[in-house]
């Protein structure tokens, strides 16, 4: 045993003092040799490939550059069969051989052969001109109708993704081009004109890829094709490919991407044609409404085609968000989300949003109000909220529909709204409420003289006089004077603040009690939760602690704006309207009350400010609300029987819907826990006194 080992040893030693290089040229010309002799050789032409010794031959090529590669002391170095390739274009050969499908599967190989040397190799390759034309030419055999290569297709993608990821200048020797003048080239490529990276481009300088433009079939919508392939795995592979290539940090921040491809009309297209797939008829709005985070990498199906269309559209939104999202900011993903405004919002979205169809218009404004809660892509948001808030004649019309005559459309609408006030932008409820609340034009010339006495008085350290009486409190709130004594932001303590809220609706009518429903405390929790999250996405908008002093000529013509206006109305008519819009509109107004700007906080939550003449608050509005249900519960038999029982029919213990004024008595319900939410929020929100 010991005289084999040594006899062995002497063998391995004779073979490597050998001149290997010349064996592995050798070896790996024979390879190739043996290759194209089959071509001359053969006269069965429907002999299938794997039935020859290609594949073999293909696979001892690849073994040998990969070895001699790693013998290379620098990897810089081309090594002979490296050289040999490249100098005789056997890539090029290969995909010719592979476009004719001689024999027959040999494209499948050629793809196999592609993506092993990609993949494997480790000098940078990509810039060399006799690899980058075969790949561009091979990347246009890809996602041809009736492929059966589709898994080899996308792994031959996603060796070229890789190695584009690792090194981001490669992508513009990737990517399909045809020549332009010069003037397209950037300024940040002038100063570097395209070099190759060893000597064996012998293309003139018009074939450089220095001067883009994309051709019709190239890497990109190749990709797109494959994304909409049946088969999962090739499907997720291309969706992967996209994301390595829109998530190049290098490529000048996103730069060639954006200016010299297609990738946002691609992209944008193909949610604009997924969206075009959803039936207008037959859709479940509610659900579309609150359809859930569908992961594009997720293999979401369903038997109903309306759904099976719904779940695609949503999986490529969230596919396009997540793309967006990792993208250099600065460029691309601004570019890619201008696309999805352009392609989608504008050109679609908006002609639907402005039709005088009800179906179209509920449709549409469902889908918005379910895209505005699943987006997370700053860049994605901002077109949403520049499209919802800056679209000439579309804002407006928006919000009016919070009171439109159909039920339907107005809680679309009113979804739409509080959607947009929990994302994380400023300019949400800078142009849909701060902006017409800011002069506090709201107060009259009186409040906003004695508040600027006030000042002057706690300046002097002397003592101020307390508010008038609002005229519209009733006996039963008991406000003592010192009570009415606010603080220079106009507020009364916080236990008079919560007070006020609990003591709008009088005791007569109330019914938690009636079930040993709990009171204000049991909104607290909640109040807490939602109070918290609104400080949370607020705390980078440098919001002000104290009020804006009152601009001159305050007390004359104010106009809460479109928003404001519309829930008041709303509001006012809580008594006959559906009990599910109530319980949205009155969650739109709590959670705009939860802010902690000084102007919600004095025009929301303060009960003692003192409007002008043709000013309300949300205090005042429901002021007026409880006038006008004393006077209608005048008509109510049995008062407290009846709601007792509309109370037991809305927690599913009494199933009897013939019930008499149910509007009513579910109105004058919501009212009641509104105003304990509404003291709630306060008690949160205020400090109070020791």
Same mark, same amino acid.
């Given at each position: 045993?010991?005289?084999?080992?040594?006899?062995?040893?002497?063998?391995?030693?004779?073979?490597?003092?050998?001149?290997?290089?010349?064996?592995?040229?050798?070896?790996?010309?024979?390879?190739?040799?043996?290759?194209?002799?089959?071509?001359?050789?053969?006269?069965?032409?429907?002999?299938?490939?794997?039935?020859?010794?290609?594949?073999?031959?293909?696979?001892?090529?690849?073994?040998?550059?990969?070895?001699?590669?790693?013998?290379?002391?620098?990897?810089?170095?081309?090594?002979?069969?490296?050289?040999?390739?490249?100098?005789?274009?056997?890539?090029?050969?290969?995909?010719?051989?592979?476009?004719?499908?001689?024999?027959?599967?040999?494209?499948?190989?050629?793809?196999?052969?592609?993506?092993?040397?990609?993949?494997?190799?480790?000098?940078?390759?990509?810039?060399?001109?006799?690899?980058?034309?075969?790949?561009?030419?091979?990347?246009?055999?890809?996602?041809?109708?009736?492929?059966?290569?589709?898994?080899?297709?996308?792994?031959?993608?996603?060796?070229?993704?890789?190695?584009?990821?690792?090194?981001?200048?490669?992508?513009?020797?990737?990517?399909?081009?045809?020549?332009?003048?010069?003037?397209?080239?950037?300024?940040?490529?002038?100063?570097?004109?395209?070099?190759?990276?060893?000597?064996?481009?012998?293309?003139?300088?018009?074939?450089?890829?220095?001067?883009?433009?994309?051709?019709?079939?190239?890497?990109?919508?190749?990709?797109?094709?494959?994304?909409?392939?049946?088969?999962?795995?090739?499907?997720?592979?291309?969706?992967?490919?996209?994301?390595?290539?829109?998530?190049?940090?290098?490529?000048?921040?996103?730069?060639?991407?954006?200016?010299?491809?297609?990738?946002?009309?691609?992209?944008?297209?193909?949610?604009?044609?997924?969206?075009?797939?959803?039936?207008?008829?037959?859709?479940?709005?509610?659900?579309?409404?609150?359809?859930?985070?569908?992961?594009?990498?997720?293999?979401?199906?369903?038997?109903?085609?309306?759904?099976?269309?719904?779940?695609?559209?949503?999986?490529?939104?969230?596919?396009?968000?997540?793309?967006?999202?990792?993208?250099?900011?600065?460029?691309?993903?601004?570019?890619?989300?201008?696309? &999805?405004?352009?392609?989608? =919002? @504008? /050109?679609? $979205?908006?002609?639907? #949003? +402005?039709? %005088?169809?009800?179906?179209?218009? *509920?449709?549409?404004?469902?889908?918005?109000?379910?895209?505005?809660?699943? &987006?997370?892509?700053?860049? =994605? @948001? /901002?077109? $949403?909220?520049?499209? #919802? +808030?800056? %679209?000439?004649?579309?804002?407006? *019309?928006?919000?009016?529909?919070?009171?439109?005559?159909?039920?339907?459309?107005?809680?679309?609408?009113?979804? @739409?709204?509080?959607?947009?006030?929990?994302?994380?932008?400023?300019?949400?409820?800078?142009? *849909?409420?701060?902006?017409?609340?800011?002069?506090?034009?709201?107060?009259?010339?009186?409040?906003?003289?004695?508040?600027?006495?006030?000042?002057?008085?706690?300046?002097?350290?002397?003592?101020?006089?307390? *508010?008038?009486?609002?005229?519209?409190?009733?006996?039963?709130?008991?406000?003592?004077?010192?009570?009415?004594?606010?603080?220079?932001?106009?507020?009364?303590?916080?236990?008079?603040?919560?007070?006020?809220?609990?003591?709008?609706?009088?005791?007569?009518?109330?019914?938690?009690?009636?079930?040993?429903?709990?009171?204000?405390?049991?909104?607290?929790?909640?109040?807490?939760?939602?109070?918290?999250?609104?400080?949370?996405?607020?705390?980078?908008?440098?919001?002000?602690?104290?009020?804006?002093?009152?601009?001159?000529?305050?007390?004359?013509?104010?106009?809460?704006?479109?928003?404001?206006?519309?829930?008041?109305?709303?509001?006012?008519?809580?008594?006959?309207?559906?009990?599910?819009?109530?319980?949205?509109?009155?969650?739109?107004?709590?959670?705009?009350?939860?802010?902690?700007?000084?102007?919600?906080?004095?025009?929301?939550?303060?009960?003692?400010?003192?409007?002008?003449?043709?000013?309300?608050?949300?205090?005042?509005?429901?002021?007026?609300?409880?006038?006008?249900?004393?006077?209608?519960?005048?008509?109510?038999?049995?008062?407290?029987?009846?709601?007792?029982?509309?109370?037991?029919?809305?927690?599913?213990?009494?199933?009897?819907?013939?019930?008499?004024?149910?509007?009513?008595?579910?109105?004058?319900?919501?009212?009641?826990?509104?105003?304990?939410?509404?003291?709630?929020?306060?008690?949160?929100?205020?400090?109070?006194?020791?």
């Amino acid at each position: 045993m010991e005289t084999f080992s040594k006899l062995s040893s002497m063998l391995l030693h004779a073979l490597e003092t050998r001149e290997p290089t010349v064996e592995l040229l050798e070896s790996f010309i024979d390879h190739w040799k043996a290759v194209t002799s089959y071509y001359i050789q053969t006269t069965d032409d429907s002999r299938p490939v794997r039935q020859t010794e290609i594949p073999w031959r293909l696979r001892q090529m690849l073994d040998i550059l990969v070895y001699e590669e790693k013998q290379q002391p620098v990897v810089e170095e081309t090594g002979a069969c490296l050289e040999y390739l490249l100098q005789h274009k056997l890539l090029e050969t290969l995909c010719t051989l592979g476009k004719a499908q001689y024999p027959p599967g040999m494209v499948q190989q050629v793809l196999l052969f592609f993506s092993k040397f990609l993949s494997q190799m480790q000098k940078p390759l990509l810039q060399l001109v006799s690899v980058y034309k075969p790949v561009q030419k091979l990347i246009r055999l890809c996602a041809l109708p009736g492929s059966l290569t589709e898994k080899e297709e996308a792994q031959f993608l996603l060796a070229v993704c890789s190695r584009v990821k690792q090194d981001p200048h490669a992508l513009r020797y990737v990517l399909e081009f045809v020549d332009q003048p010069a003037a397209r080239i950037p300024a940040s490529d002038q100063s570097q004109p395209c070099t190759q990276a060893s000597n064996h481009s012998t293309e003139s300088q018009d074939s450089s890829p220095c001067s883009p433009v994309q051709s019709e079939r190239g890497l990109l919508s190749v990709l797109l094709q494959l994304t909409n392939c049946q088969r999962r795995a090739v499907c997720l592979t291309a969706h992967e490919c996209l994301l390595l290539l829109a998530s190049l940090q290098s490529d000048s921040k996103g730069e060639f991407l954006s200016h010299h491809t297609q990738l946002g009309e691609l992209l944008a297209g193909r949610l604009q044609q997924l969206y075009s797939l959803l039936p207008l008829e037959g859709l479940d709005t509610a659900e579309l409404q609150n359809w859930t985070r569908t992961s594009w990498s997720a293999d979401l199906q369903s038997d109903s085609p309306a759904s099976d269309h719904m779940t695609s559209f949503f999986s490529w939104l969230d596919f396009l968000d997540q793309l967006i999202r990792e993208a250099p900011q600065q460029v691309l993903a601004v570019k890619l989300a201008q696309s &999805v405004h352009q392609l989608w =919002l @504008l /050109d679609v $979205l908006q002609p639907q #949003l +402005l039709h %005088t169809c009800e179906q179209q218009v *509920l449709v549409s404004t469902s889908v918005l109000c379910a895209t505005v809660r699943l &987006v997370t892509s700053c860049s =994605l @948001l /901002d077109q $949403l909220v520049d499209f #919802l +808030l800056r %679209t000439p004649s579309l804002t407006e *019309l928006l919000l009016q529909r919070c009171d439109h005559i159909s039920d339907q459309i107005s809680m679309a609408s009113l979804s @739409l709204v509080e959607e947009l006030l929990q994302k994380p932008h400023r300019d949400i409820l800078d142009v *849909l409420v701060l902006s017409f609340l800011l002069s506090r034009s709201y107060l009259s010339p009186a409040a906003a003289g004695q508040e600027d006495r006030q000042a002057d008085a706690n300046q002097d350290g002397e003592d101020s006089d307390g *508010l008038e009486e609002d005229p519209f409190f009733s006996d039963s709130l008991s406000l003592s004077d010192s009570q009415l004594l606010p603080p220079p932001s106009g507020l009364g303590s916080a236990a008079d603040v919560v007070n006020s809220f609990l003591c709008l609706v009088p005791v007569q009518v109330r019914s938690a009690q009636l079930l040993q429903e709990g009171g204000y405390e049991s909104y607290v929790h909640d109040a807490h939760t939602l109070v918290t999250e609104c400080q949370s996405l607020s705390l980078s908008w440098d919001w002000p602690i104290a009020l804006p002093p009152p601009s001159p000529g305050v007390g004359g013509e104010f106009f809460e704006g479109h928003l404001l206006k519309v829930l008041f109305d709303r509001l006012g008519r809580v008594l006959e309207q559906p009990y599910e819009l109530n319980l949205k509109l009155t969650a739109v107004l709590s959670r705009l009350s939860a802010f902690s700007h000084p102007l919600l906080q004095e025009y929301l939550l303060d009960p003692y400010i003192s409007l002008s003449p043709c000013s309300r608050s949300l205090f005042s509005v429901l002021i007026r609300l409880i006038g006008e249900l004393m006077q209608r519960i005048q008509q109510v038999s049995n008062l407290s029987d009846r709601l007792l029982n509309a109370r037991r029919h809305l927690l599913g213990l009494n199933h009897n819907t013939g019930l008499d004024h149910l509007t009513l008595l579910r109105g004058l319900i919501v009212l009641e826990e509104f105003c304990k939410e509404l003291a709630a929020i306060a008690f949160v929100k205020l400090p109070l006194d020791p």
